[in-house]
């Protein structure tokens, strides 16, 4: 009875992981580009501003400045990897709490970026490491998410002859 207790409320987790990456990284553009113009950089820790700011940018591209003005392309690109998420996890084992929240967070950030180029024609980027291309919550999330899903599939032998 525990274990299924267990079980049901990891089904839940999946959906709270979606929701709180797309809040988090909605709710960050909001802030960004009602206080910021386009362009605009701040030292949010004056200390470390040689290494990170927050600059606030347009992308209408997808990562690392690729294929940029290609919004309606990256638009189905977006609804293709929601679908594919959506389909991979029917199909997963619920109990695996680390898979949940890897496709949680992929979808989540999916979703954040997608709003932004149909409400607004672009990705808005912050998050500004002087050393890699200006990004945001949603990409943050999506590589994240990927890193750890990938870890458990190598991790559980589903990638190799052995599993």
Known sequence: ?????????????FYFATLFVFILDQGTKYL????????????????????????YTANTG????????AGTFLVLVAFVV??????????????NLWLQISLGMQLGGAL???????????????IDFHFWPVSNIADGCMVFGVLLLAYHLLRDGALTNDG
């Open 1 to 13: 009875m525990h274990e299924r207790r267990i079980l049901h409320r990891h089904k839940y987790i």
């Open 112 to 126: 954040g970026n997608l709003a932004d180029r149909l409400r607004l024609g672009h990705v808005i980027d912050f």
């Open 62 to 69: 997808m990562a690392f400045g690729l294929f940029p003005d």
């Open 82 to 95: 929601i679908v594919t998420i959506l389909l991979y996890y029917r199909h997963l084992p619920r109990g």
């Open 32 to 55: 960004v580009s009602s206080h910021m113009i386009p362009g605009q950089s701040w030292d949010p820790i004056p200390a470390l501003g040689w290494i990170f700011s927050i600059t």
